[in-house]
């Protein structure tokens, strides 16, 4: 009978000496689109893995044309008890926590001391009109300008600078414009066809929107972008839409001197560089501003993710989501190729030892925007408010219609759908 109790004891405690990481793990599920082809998740699922022995995450994948059919919400509504859902549309986040489904990230952010400020502005899309952040931002893209360094050093003209006004923007794109039409044609700049290029700028002063309902605030734009067609410093609206030809494929010729693009052609200029279709170098600074308006401001959009309300596994989900959101998964993120919300010196410094970063400090520097707005707010009548601006734009840039008439024809339309 001793030698019973003296086995059963031994075996307690031998039980009591086994490690930590070999009892059963905690698991965190995790809600998301594209999971077996986005390279990112399995680098944020391999690197918190490795950072937290005993913590093991679970996706469930759900394709993205389904999520944008709301099957993400439709789970949430039904109580899936799921810990984390990623957030696809931007205004999915303040919608379901208006619905009681997810859970207020503000006890979370505070316990840790999560600074808020390198989001660069891109937190604030998440906050609900309580005040309460429901959701981080994991990527964020904005837009910068690419320029092609070998057609500055061949006129003799110094880059492009981070501290840049439209003014100057739109001197230094006629100084680097020379040629004829053909092949000896050098454009200084380049607008593709998107609104987004001509006149989303206006927002970068964080106070306009393109849902505002007023639009005086283009009419420098698309005054400067109308300038420049004429002064054949840009290829022509009509001429773009007309020949389909990509942004991509237009500066990868090496005939544009500058182009106002998303971070994400970053990512086409490495490959193009590294498959021998680009044969220039080339750099990167942060977009020209207006009087008055911080250099290094810029507009994006963010790409969020969320701790549902009805999670058993909060602290735990939100120890995925910090780290996602945070440096440590922000360093996971850059070498599959995309942009991190997150960004400070640490994170700006393995970005730009990235292979094809360009090597200047420019371009470095221009990795840590002044503020990021977002590109269209969201709301209920964005969409009709989008459908609006954007026909009008066509209108404008095809010169059916003056800046001035078509913007007084969006101040009255857009007034329409704000009274409804």
């Not at 891109?122 to 994991?138: E, I, K, N, R, T």
């Not at 989900?317 to 922000?330: D, L, M, N, P, R």
Request: with cysteine; proline share 3%.
């Amino acid at each position: 009978m001793r030698k019973t109790i003296a086995l059963l004891l031994c075996a307690a405690m031998m039980l009591c000496l086994v490690p930590a990481a070999l009892a059963e793990d905690t698991v965190i599920t995790v809600v998301a689109w594209d999971v077996a082809t986005t390279p990112y998740y399995a680098a944020y699922k391999d690197a918190f893995e490795a950072a937290n022995p005993g913590v093991k995450v679970e996706y469930i994948d759900i394709a993205a044309q389904d999520y944008d059919q709301n099957k993400a919400g439709i789970m949430l509504a039904g109580g899936d008890k799921s810990d984390v859902f990623f957030i696809k549309q931007l205004d999915d986040a303040t919608k379901w926590y208006s619905q009681g489904y997810l859970a207020s990230l503000n006890d979370y952010v505070a316990a840790d001391s999560v600074d808020l400020s390198a989001y660069a502005g891109m937190a604030d899309c998440y906050v609900a009109s309580d005040g309460q952040q429901v959701a981080l931002p994991f990527r964020a893209d904005y837009w910068v300008l690419f320029y092609n360094k070998d057609l500055f050093d061949a006129a003799g003209v110094a880059h492009p600078a981070n501290d840049m006004t439209w003014d100057e923007y739109k001197d230094l794109a006629i100084q680097l414009t020379s040629g004829a039409e053909g092949v000896d044609k050098i454009y200084g700049a380049h607008y593709h066809t998107w609104l987004s290029d001509a006149v989303n700028w206006a927002v970068c002063d964080g106070v306009n929107t393109l849902a505002d309902g007023e639009y005086s605030d283009l009419a420098y734009f698309y005054q400067l972008a109308l300038d420049l067609e004429d002064a054949g410093a840009v290829r022509a609206y009509t001429d773009l839409k007309a020949s389909g030809l990509h942004y991509r494929g237009a500066f990868a010729a090496g005939d544009i001197a500058m182009l106002l693009m998303g971070y994400w052609e970053l990512g086409n200029l490495v490959t193009d560089t590294a498959d021998g279709t680009m044969s220039f170098d080339y750099g990167f600074v942060s977009v020209p501003h207006a009087e008055g308006v911080p250099a290094g401001s810029s507009f994006g959009s963010p790409t969020g993710m969320s701790l549902n309300q009805a999670s058993e596994n909060k602290d735990a989900a939100w120890k995925f989501i910090s780290f996602v959101t945070g440096e440590e998964g922000a360093k996971a993120l850059i070498p599959t190729g995309n942009r991190p919300a997150y960004i400070n010196e640490s994170v700006a410094e393995i970005m730009a030892s990235v292979d094809g970063f360009p090597t200047d400090e420019a371009s470095k520097a221009a990795l840590l925007p002044t503020a990021v707005y977002l590109e269209w707010p969201v709301g209920d009548n964005v969409p009709a408010i989008k459908t609006i601006v954007n026909e009008e734009h066509t209108l404008i840039m095809t010169r059916e219609v003056s800046v001035e008439d078509g913007i007084a024809s969006m101040n009255e339309r857009v007034a329409e759908v704000l009274a409804d």
